[in-house]
């Protein structure tokens, strides 16, 4: 299938819902729900409705880890259970929300922000790796655990995964698809996944499960698990986010892991939102930057402001401030032919603040509030 809009933009003729309305998609972004689809009628309109496989990628340090937190926080309100699920095996998430080491092992690790009339919900963390993953599939697909231990002992799992990186990689998103698809009671047991999965160079090949495995397995379970998992992944019900910073490196992994992702064989997998991390406010209004970072401050008059103002050596004191307002405008400037080249890819972009004093539960809960108001949750 091609990637679709996510039901409940915005841009279908609806208008904003429960948006602030800031532009995020381009015009002539293909693929809107009609106007009589039911698809995303909820009490609160979002543009991720139907998405319930939340992968979160980007160039690492952009802050992967920390927007799939936030992520999960966002999503996980009106009662809602999201699992966060970690798969580099890194301790990122436990880091984050400052707990201890996190095991194999589903836990309640924080909860949603309430909201006015809504109940909160719940977040579950997972720090998922390959052999735990494996032995939990021997055990509950041939009741082999005693089987998988011994494989683990004599090494067998490190050489299975060696000579095939795939099955490692169908492992983990194996575990992903199963958390999402897993009902207790006739009920699924979570609203939403969220994965902090492996950085844009590696994304591509870490979903684009059948191939990589197809090589190894024509038939049996592993290929009809890898089958299964592929299906999710290429579903309406996965979205991939893209983490950047307005740096032009980054930027450019995001735009090519989208170009990957639309052109991968089996039709592609449904690119989600652009999340821009790290914005800081622009110090000047946009309509005075480029004067400014031409070096239209006027050193003179500044100077005379300063003095007036009975600030010491007026006039180094202009000159400093003078080449720190233009350094300034240059980095807004280029901040702003980063946004335009996103804006190029016609995905929703939502911007998270710089939390200046650094990460904690707070700063997070603010960063989970800003995608909320954004809509992407
Ligand atoms: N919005 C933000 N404001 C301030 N610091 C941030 C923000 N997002 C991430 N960081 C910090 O940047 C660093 C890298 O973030 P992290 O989520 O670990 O990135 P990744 O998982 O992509 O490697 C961490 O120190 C994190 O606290
Ligand atoms: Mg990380």
């Given at each position: ?107 309640k690790i924080a909860v949603g922000p309430a909201d006015n009339a809504e109940p909160s ?20 697909f041939y009741n082999l655990r005693h089987a998988g231990r011994a494989l683990t002992r ?38 939403a996944v969220v994965m902090d999965a492996p950085p844009t160079g590696r994304i591509g ?173």
């Amino acid at each position: 299938m091609t990637p679709r809009a996510p039901a409940g933009a915005p841009e279908c003729g609806q208008g904003p819902a429960g948006r602030k309305g800031r532009d995020t998609r381009a015009p002539g972004d293909p693929g809107c729900a009609g106007p009589d689809s039911l698809q995303g009628v909820s009490t609160r309109d979002t543009d991720w409705e139907g998405v319930r496989l939340h992968v979160v990628t980007g160039k690492g340090g952009t802050g992967k880890t920390t927007v799939a937190s936030a992520l999960a926080l966002a999503l996980a309100s009106g009662g809602k259970r999201v699992l966060l699920m970690e798969v580099e095996g890194r301790q990122g998430i436990a880091q984050v929300f400052d707990s201890p080491p996190l095991p194999y092992e589903e836990r309640k690790i924080a909860v949603g922000p309430a909201d006015n009339a809504e109940p909160s919900g719940d977040v579950y963390a997972l720090v998922a790796d390959p052999e735990s993953a494996l032995l939990e599939y021997l055990e509950m697909f041939y009741n082999l655990r005693h089987a998988g231990r011994a494989l683990t002992r004599f090494g067998v799992m490190d050489f299975a995964t060696t000579i095939a990186p795939g099955l490692r990689d169908v492992l983990l998103t194996g575990k992903a698809t199963e958390a999402v698809r897993r009902k207790k009671g006739g009920k699924l047991v979570y609203d939403a996944v969220v994965m902090d999965a492996p950085p844009t160079g590696r994304i591509g090949r870490f979903l684009n499960v059948t191939s990589e495995v197809s090589g190894l397995a024509r038939v049996g379970p592993i290929r009809n698990h890898a089958d299964t998992v592929q299906k999710v992944i290429h579903s309406p019900e996965t979205a991939v986010h893209f983490v950047t910073t307005l740096e032009e490196m980054p930027v450019q992994e995001a735009l090519d892991g989208i170009a990957e992702l639309r052109d991968m064989p089996g039709g592609g997998i449904q690119v989600g939102g652009i999340m821009i991390n790290m914005v800081r406010p622009l110090e000047l209004p946009r309509s005075q930057l480029r004067d400014v970072a031409a070096g239209s401050v006027d050193e003179h008059e500044l100077a005379i402001g300063l003095k007036a103002a009975g600030l010491g050596d007026s006039v180094r004191l202009a000159a400093d401030l003078a080449a720190e307002l233009t350094d300034e405008a240059v980095a807004a400037i280029g901040q702003e032919e980063e946004r335009r080249r996103l804006a190029e890819a016609a995905q929703p972009r939502y911007d998270l603040p710089m939390i200046t004093d650094g990460i904690d539960l707070a700063g997070l809960y603010r960063l989970a509030a800003a995608l909320r108001d954004q809509g992407a949750a």
